[in-house]
């Protein structure tokens, strides 16, 4: 009985260990606290000019809400443009040269006072 008890647990941990390792690095759980809604929200390449991306969102992100976007095995390297199209205005905001690889949380940020738009990378 201790044998098999013993064979489970290690077969739990090589599962428990492998869905870790296949996370991507790059994978994010963005959060909304600019007070506004976005629309868009999507990631590129350097390498991929300025004009080319998708939308990762499946609806609006409210503010307070959070999306997790999952890159791909074609994806390539740490390194991403982020944009971001409010719900509300005719505006975006980008961010270049991105490092995803360094933090598993964006959290989005409006300073009203400043009207600028900034991240907390966690």
Known sequence: ????FSALIVLGLSFA????IAA???NVSVVNETGY???FLGFN???????EWDNELEKTL??????????????EGCVWNVKVDWANYNESVLWKNVNLC??????LRYDSSTKTTSFLAE
């Open 62 to 75: 409210n503010n307070q809400d959070t999306a997790y976007v999952e890159f791909d095995e074609d994806d």
């Open 45 to 51: 390449g350097p390498d991929d000019g300025l004009d």
């Open 37 to 39: 809604a976005i629309k």
């Open 24 to 26: 991507d690095s790059r």
């Open 1 to 4: 009985m201790k044998l098999i």
């Open 17 to 20: 260990t492998g869905n870790a």
């Open 102 to 107: 360094k933090f598993n949380v964006l959290r």
